[in-house]
């Protein structure tokens, strides 16, 4: 298993586009979310899913939009870029919402220009 | 919010027990505590779980108080490889809203040679 992969590892965008973050898991996982960790902080939630065609906000969910058409993948939208959203990201997955154990992917480095 | 608190920072020397306590005044009944840990830019890595008993597998031990409003995750030979940031996190186990994990700011354990 690959477990969680996360694309692409480093992005720099300039204000106001757009972009996606992709999340793949290939564990049969349904639940999956995606957090956000700005320097020396911790992980905030932005939004999750516990299967596919149902997505629900996280703790920080403006500036972002999310779907989940399969099971395996979990996008991150960025819909029109902001300095405040250089951060890394990561996705994580589960067997089920209630799971102990989480899994997380390796991150993306997001710089706003 | 995070419902815990940790201290900031801890060091340890190689080889001694290193000890992470972690406040969690008020936790519910149905909440369980847990423990992850994430190494210098990699995703968080999940350590333990547990709900009122003390807990141990092959990376740490759980001692979690009787009036269950404190814990203490124990790792019993640190080595160089531990220094990381450890998160106490509470959460439910059945599947609500209050089962996503929420991160609060954890605690960078130094462990020096």
């Known amino acids: 298993n690959a477990g969680v992969t996360q694309t692409p590892k480093f992005q720099v965008l300039k204000t106001g586009q757009s972009m996606t973050l992709q999340c793949a898991q290939d564990m049969n996982h349904e639940y999956m979310s995606w957090y956000r960790q700005d320097p020396g902080m911790g992980l905030r939630l932005i939004h999750y899913s516990v299967g596919a065609g149902i997505t629900d906000q996280g703790e920080v969910p403006n500036g972002y939009n999310v779907s989940r058409s399969t099971t395996e993948d979990f996008p991150l939208r960025l819909l029109s870029a902001a300095p405040s959203q250089t951060s890394v990201y990561f996705c994580?997955?589960?067997?089920?919402?209630?799971?102990?154990?989480?899994?997380f992917g390796p991150g993306t480095r997001l710089t706003v220009t | 919010d995070a419902k815990t608190t940790q201290p900031p920072s801890m060091d340890c020397a190689e080889g001694r027990a290193a000890n992470l306590p972690c406040n969690h005044s008020t936790i519910s009944g149905n909440e369980y505590v847990y423990w992850y840990r994430q190494i210098h830019s990699q995703g968080p890595q999940y350590i333990i779980h547990?709900?009122?008993n003390n807990e141990t597998n092959e990376m740490a031990s759980l001692i979690i108080t009787e009036d269950r409003k404190s814990s203490t995750l124990i790792l019993p030979h640190a080595t160089l490889r531990d220094t990381a940031v450890y998160y106490c996190?509470?959460?439910?186990?059945?599947?609500?809203?209050?089962?996503?994990?929420?991160f609060g700011s954890g605690t960078r354990l130094s462990i020096r040679p």
């Open positions: 996190i509470v959460r439910v186990r059945e599947y609500s809203s209050a089962s996503k994990i929420i």
């Open positions: 994580a997955s589960s067997y089920l919402a209630e799971s102990y154990e989480q899994y």
């Open positions: 547990g709900l009122k």
